[in-house]
């Protein structure tokens, strides 16, 4: 068999595997407040989940656009580069699933692009409109996360929960719950998954030695289904810190962190943004929890995640880097 195409079927392995492993270290983020709030066993979440992600996943291809085209040229593109980047941001996640730290897959995948470029071709080579794009997505989606759950959780009190009793306000939003975590699988399969297709068409510009403007229709299958199955596996450690160590959660909580974070995530996939599912969902939490008082969120917690997020970045370039001089020494 040629071995370039056996370099590319491993490359290709390696991206669903990340897609696979995206599912289920990102579980918690479309099920972890429905499960904390017992509006759902964690059985029925992750089924929910795992359907959701895939239909999401479905849903466009503009945040894969990105990957593939917007932070290193396709002209650039080896075999190698991929691989280095799909090593780096795999170690990360399992490195940070197995300390049960939400951190982001799709920015651990994006710097450990970027490092594998730098190692290919130096700082030149990347392209800054699409990494600030990134960069964008990353400082607004957590900011907009923490303060639309606060204005949100405002208007429905001024609106709906003074006129409820307790008991008819968790009654209601127990309901409701379950369409927001629906809401939250779907946008999490739709810009998560495609930072595996994004690669995977990089990859396929490398393979072909010309540039793949369009994602192939097996591309945004095999992507959708290895992610749908990822999460259909669950991912407990971190679902206990985004449930239960942040902030105490009532239904109420749940519904409106869910529905607030599944929004901008939408919106950002619509702009071809790649966020981060874990910043948004995690921020949004922690911004019902001060709604309550700022004494109720557990912001020892909310600081390790926060560590994670400032690590993923300067981590994952290094990574990227080495792995990419490792490939080329090892031939």
């Given at each position: 068999?040629?071995?370039?195409?056996?370099?590319?079927?491993?490359?290709?392995?390696?991206?669903?595997?990340?897609?696979?492993?995206?599912g289920f270290h990102d579980?918690?983020?479309?099920?972890?407040?429905?499960?904390?709030?017992?509006?759902?066993?964690?059985?029925?979440?992750?089924?929910?989940?795992?359907?959701?992600?895939?239909?999401?996943?479905?849903?466009?291809?503009?945040?894969?656009?990105?990957?593939?085209?917007?932070?290193?040229?396709?002209?650039?593109?080896?075999?190698?580069?991929?691989?280095?980047?799909?090593?780096?941001?795999?170690?990360?996640?399992?490195?940070?699933?197995?300390?049960?730290?939400?951190?982001?897959?799709?920015?651990?995948?994006?710097?450990?692009?970027?490092?594998?470029?730098?190692?290919?071709?130096?700082?030149?080579?990347?392209?800054?409109?699409?990494?600030?794009?990134?960069?964008?997505?990353?400082?607004?989606?957590?900011?907009?996360?923490?303060?639309?759950?606060?204005?949100?959780?405002?208007?429905?009190?001024?609106?709906?929960?003074?006129?409820?009793?307790?008991?008819?306000?968790?009654?209601?939003?127990?309901?409701?719950?379950?369409?927001?975590?629906?809401?939250?699988?779907?946008?999490?399969?739709?810009?998560?998954?495609?930072?595996?297709?994004?690669?995977?068409?990089?990859?396929?510009?490398?393979?072909?030695?010309?540039?793949?403007?369009?994602?192939?229709?097996?591309?945004?299958?095999?992507?959708?289904?290895?992610?749908?199955?990822?999460?259909?596996?669950?991912?407990?450690?971190?679902?206990?810190?985004?449930?239960?160590?942040?902030?105490?959660?009532?239904?109420?909580?749940?519904?409106?962190?869910?529905?607030?974070?599944?929004?901008?995530?939408?919106?950002?996939?619509?702009?071809?943004?790649?966020?981060?599912?874990?910043?948004?969902?995690?921020?949004?939490?922690?911004?019902v929890g001060t709604t309550?008082g700022f004494r109720k969120?557990?912001?020892?917690?909310?600081?390790?995640?926060?560590?994670?997020?400032?690590?993923?970045?300067?981590?994952?370039?290094?990574?990227?880097?080495?792995?990419?001089?490792?490939?080329?020494?090892?031939?």
């Amino acid at each position: 068999m040629d071995p370039l195409l056996i370099g590319f079927l491993l490359i290709i392995f390696l991206a669903l595997a990340f897609d696979f492993i995206n599912g289920f270290h990102d579980t918690a983020n479309a099920i972890a407040t429905s499960v904390a709030t017992k509006v759902l066993t964690p059985a029925q979440a992750i089924a929910m989940a795992a359907v959701l992600n895939v239909v999401g996943a479905l849903a466009g291809t503009a945040v894969a656009k990105t990957i593939a085209t917007s932070i290193v040229p396709q002209e650039y593109a080896t075999l190698q580069l991929t691989g280095a980047a799909l090593l780096s941001a795999i170690l990360w996640n399992l490195f940070t699933w197995w300390k049960g730290l939400p951190s982001s897959s799709s920015h651990a995948l994006i710097f450990s692009l970027v490092g594998a470029g730098v190692a290919a071709g130096g700082w030149g080579i990347i392209i800054p409109k699409g990494v600030q794009k990134t960069v964008t997505g990353l400082f607004t989606s957590p900011v907009l996360g923490f303060i639309v759950p606060i204005l949100l959780m405002a208007l429905l009190s001024w609106l709906v929960l003074r006129h409820m009793r307790p008991r008819t306000v968790t009654g209601t939003f127990r309901w409701l719950q379950i369409g927001s975590a629906a809401f939250m699988a779907f946008s999490h399969g739709g810009n998560d998954a495609q930072k595996a297709m994004g690669i995977m068409t990089f990859a396929l510009s490398a393979y072909l030695g010309t540039q793949v403007e369009q994602v192939p229709l097996w591309i945004i299958l095999s992507a959708a289904a290895a992610m749908g199955l990822g999460t259909s596996i669950g991912g407990w450690r971190i679902i206990k810190t985004m449930g239960f160590k942040v902030v105490d959660l009532k239904p109420v909580d749940g519904f409106v962190a869910e529905a607030s974070a599944a929004a901008i995530i939408t919106g950002a996939t619509a702009l071809g943004i790649p966020v981060s599912t874990t910043h948004t969902i995690s921020t949004s939490i922690m911004g019902v929890g001060t709604t309550k008082g700022f004494r109720k969120v557990k912001w020892q917690v909310a600081g390790r995640i926060v560590q994670a997020w400032v690590f993923t970045i300067p981590v994952c370039i290094v990574l990227g880097w080495l792995f990419h001089k490792a490939l080329l020494l090892l031939g």
